[in-house]
């Protein structure tokens, strides 16, 4: 099968199962191994064995450093302020614990070498930002647990590989001709372990200084900002690797961490390049991996192996964790919530992938082990952590699985009495306005409302979005309504944002000519309905109301009542489901027991024995 079959498979099938999983909501890493698996030993579409050649190892190595250099872009120094003892406790208390209790375990329910095990329980001790930060972004837990779990994340992945690496090291160096001895193995690893921190350091900070360096002079173009960023973190890769062994993964960490914090230039535009590539990257890499196993590798998974999986997931997070933990102002719930959340993802993989290829010719038979189980506890964890985390979560009081929340991008007046509305029927509400007269009466209403910019650079990271589900813009600037859809398509599904429509398309024209697609919102409400509608309307006297559907001859009797009067705003369906109206949603009739929320123009006056009408409603 030709080399361009097999890179086109590779890439098509990787995005495929990303898809479908957004599609089930299922967690995508387990549908990219399961479509690796069968497109490899399966059924031969992608060769097992083309996928251990050196050049897929050293591509895997490169990705995966770009990969923490885009996690590295999402770590913030203010929330150290809050988790930063806990942060450095856990990746290093932590990290011992895991090390310590899952090679004893290798050691004793696998029935493994203690060489193997020690190994084994070195490469288990990473987590890793492309499982965890997709979790987190699903369920947004309250207060401090996610900043804790994200910093977790991010900067145990070059740890633990470190620390596999040299164990590696250490086993190779034993088994030499020569051999080695305690001390000399022990000086071995401690010497290597400084000179890929400080090498590691050193280089991620240069590469940093030199790119911001380049965008502060303005030396490089817009269209070639991403490129030049892609090619800075590649070399600082490379040349970190190769002045020593593994600490490329330190450096592009760092890289990231220090772009991220600067505040000499704006580096969004390369982080949402970073987080498309990121998720290319996440597909390719895993399908690959997957497609490098063996269909004799499932005779190594026995009832051993499960019962290792469930030892580390039930006893040895929790311990670590816990202990870890000791003289932390971390609450339980908090501390049950980590001990629940430490899915393996691709740093694993791939070190496990790499070692068995160097450890063929010393453990010829038991290095055969160390893929299989890693792979096992891969998919073991995401797939369990992944599906429960949820429910835990909720239970813990910690975060809602499917938050029914609004996130609103405008406190004026009217806006206020749309969101409290919601808030009032048991939603939670968070209001954004560069006003702070806007904010106090908001505050005041009892709404939870923050003085900010919706397109600041810092925004994302000031928010609590805990309970939010979805946005809703609508400020008098189609422009900026827009660009905070942009903003927040990161953070919101685009299914579950919303604006305003603009004002081109209520003078009839195509809103298309203006504004592109997807740099708009769905269309809020009614067809037509704009800011300066609604302005009218509120000010002609129009009143946010709450109908209860008991029938279901109930909303008739309302349209009958009300007539063109009434604009459906919100529907609230089953225990609190919100649905929001939009002209591009076909305008669903309320069932009974579902609660509508809709907006009433005042009846129209009399005036001299002629009727003036009321605001006119605009068309739906």
Same mark, same amino acid.
Do not use: C
């Given at each position: ?528 309905? $704009? ?44 225990? $609190? ?44």
């Amino acid at each position: 099968m030709s080399a361009l079959f097999s890179i086109a498979a590779v890439f098509v099938l990787g995005v495929s199962a990303q898809w479908i999983a957004w599609r089930y909501r299922v967690p995508s890493i387990l549908l990219l191994l399961v479509f690796g698996f069968i497109a490899g030993p399966v059924t031969g579409l992608l060769d097992p064995a083309a996928m251990r050649a050196e050049w897929v190892f050293t591509f895997v190595a490169l990705s995966i450093g770009i990969i923490l250099f885009e996690g590295g872009l999402s770590l913030r120094l203010d929330e150290l302020r809050e988790v930063g003892g806990a942060v450095s406790r856990l990746i290093s208390i932590g990290v011992l614990i895991t090390w310590i209790l899952a090679s004893i375990a290798s050691l004793f329910v696998l029935k493994l070498s203690l060489s193997i095990s020690v190994l084994i329980g070195a490469i288990l001790t990473v987590t890793g930002p492309t499982v965890i930060v997709p979790i987190l972004r699903h369920i947004r837990p309250k207060g401090r647990i996610a900043a804790l779990a994200k910093w977790e994340g991010i900067t145990i992945d070059p740890i633990g590989a470190i620390l596999a690496v040299l164990v590696l090291e250490a086993l190779v160096l034993i088994n030499e001709p020569a051999g080695g001895t305690v001390g000399s193995v022990a000086s071995h690893a401690l010497k290597g372990l400084l000179l890929e921190f400080f090498v590691g350091v050193g280089i991620g900070v240069a590469g940093a200084g030199i790119l911001v360096f380049l965008l502060r002079r303005r030396m490089v173009p817009d269209y070639l900002q991403n490129p030049m960023a892609l090619m800075v973190v590649i070399a600082v890769f490379a040349i970190s690797d190769g002045l020593q062994a593994e600490s490329g993964l330190v450096a592009t960490t760092v890289m990231g961490f220090a772009v991220a914090n600067q505040r000499l230039v704006a580096v969004r535009r390369i982080v949402e390049f970073k987080e498309d590539l990121r998720v290319l990257l996440i597909a390719a890499l895993f399908v690959m991996l997957a497609a490098q196993l063996d269909l004799g590798d499932i005779q190594y998974l026995g009832w051993e192996a499960i019962v290792f999986l469930l030892i580390l997931m039930l006893f040895v997070r929790p311990a670590a964790v816990f202990l870890s933990m000791l003289g932390t102002r971390l609450y339980v719930k908090e501390k049950v919530f980590l001990s629940w959340l430490a899915p393996r993802g691709i740093v694993a993989a791939a070190v496990a992938s790499l070692f068995t290829f160097r450890l063929a010719e010393i453990y010829p038979e038991e290095s055969q082990f160390i893929v299989p189980i890693v792979f096992l506890v891969i998919i073991g964890t995401v797939a369990i952590y992944g599906l429960t985390i949820s429910p835990v979560a909720r239970w813990l009081g910690l975060a809602e699985p499917d938050p029914q929340g609004v996130l609103f991008i405008g406190a004026h007046d009217w806006g206020r009495h749309i969101a409290s509305a919601l808030h009032q029927v048991g939603f939670s509400v968070l209001i954004i306005d560069t006003n702070p007269g806007n904010v106090a009466s908001a505050r005041e209403a009892g709404l939870q409302a923050l003085h900010g910019n919706v397109l600041s650079e810092s925004i994302l990271d000031e928010l609590d979005l805990s309970g939010i589900g979805r946005l809703i813009v609508f400020t008098p600037n189609d422009e900026v309504n827009s660009l905070a859809v942009v903003r927040f398509a990161q953070v919101f599904d685009s299914a579950e944002m919303y604006q305003l429509a603009t004002r081109d398309k209520q003078r009839g024209k195509d809103a298309d000519e203006t504004l592109a697609q997807h740099l708009r919102g769905r269309p809020l409400f009614g067809t037509g309905t $704009n800011h300066a509608s609604l302005t009218a309307q509120f000010a002609a006297g129009a009143e946010v109301k709450t109908f209860p559907i008991e029938d279901e001859g109930a909303y008739s009797k309302l349209e009958a009542k009300y007539g063109s009067r009434m604009i459906p705003l919100f529907v609230v369906r089953g225990k $609190n489901q919100l649905q929001v109206f939009s002209e591009d949603n076909g305008f669903p009739k309320p069932d009974p027991g579902n609660v509508l929320i809709a907006l009433i123009d005042p009846p129209a006056r009399k005036t001299g024995g002629a009727v003036a009408p009321s605001v006119a409603a605009p068309a739906r």
